[in-house]
């Protein structure tokens, strides 16, 4: 597979148009043509093979041909629930390497420590698409807006998944890693530069949530969150 490109919806049931910023990609910087076949998933974990039908720019038409199985496989779903830096750089790259990792939603919360009390999205699935992209992953997360710590822990739906929260208090040696079982979904908290505050760390455990490690180091917030996504991932690799 020398490329992969992303559409939300693909099927075998018609031809259809690539979005836009696709149809560019596909024609105008990797110059495929009609009869040419190219490399679509869905970022659900769906991978197929289409053969383009036409080639005007701003249109791009496919059609289905077959469908692929993926050498990247998931029986479990990682979720991160993560307040948003200061510098919005450093959630973007953290977004890019979790996504080629593998993540499934990633949730911004604001917390008492917050440094940041508004937070814009938009810019953030198309660093995703492009992680996904580049490093032929087949899993997009899906990326909710801000919200209220104390609503997200109350409101949000955690269902039988493994719950963690990254706040460490003394003599905390508990790691993530040792308490973590494969092939079970995973939500993962990761607090503000100031930590959760007394209230918020109460409260999560109240709500079941596991209090572990990261490591002895203390780590930055979106390093925090890329290191909680690895450590997922390495655990299901056993």
């Not at 949000?156 to 790691?175: D, L, R, W």
């Not at 995973?186 to 490690?213: C, H, M, N, R, T």
């Amino acid at each position: 597979m020398n490329a992969l490109f992303y559409h939300p919806d693909i099927s075998s049931a018609a031809a259809f148009m690539l979005l836009p910023e696709e149809a560019q990609h596909v024609l105008k910087v990797k110059r495929f043509k009609i009869t040419d076949k190219i490399h679509l998933t869905d970022g659900k974990g769906k991978l197929g093979l289409f053969e383009i039908i036409e080639d005007r720019l701003p249109d791009c038409k496919v059609r289905w041909v077959e469908w692929i199985n993926s050498p990247i496989t998931r029986t479990y779903q990682l979720h991160l629930c993560i307040a948003p830096t200061k510098n919005t750089s450093r959630i973007e790259w953290m977004l890019e390497k979790c996504t080629e990792i593998g993540l499934d939603s990633i949730h911004f919360v604001q917390c008492k420590h917050s440094e940041r009390a508004k937070f814009k999205t938009e810019r953030l699935e198309k660093i995703a698409i492009s992680a996904l992209k580049q490093s032929k992953q087949v899993y997009l997360p899906s990326i909710s807006p801000l919200q209220d710590f104390k609503d997200f822990i109350t409101q949000q739906n955690f269902g039988t998944a493994q719950k963690f929260i990254a706040y460490v208090p003394e003599n905390q040696t508990s790691s993530l890693f040792a308490h973590l079982k494969a092939q079970q979904d995973v939500w993962l908290l990761i607090g503000p530069e100031g930590d959760f505050s007394p209230d918020e760390i109460s409260l999560a455990l109240k709500s079941g949530f596991q209090s572990v490690s990261l490591g002895n180091t203390v780590l930055r917030t979106e390093t925090a969150g890329l290191v909680a996504c690895h450590t997922c991932h390495l655990k299901n690799q056993m």
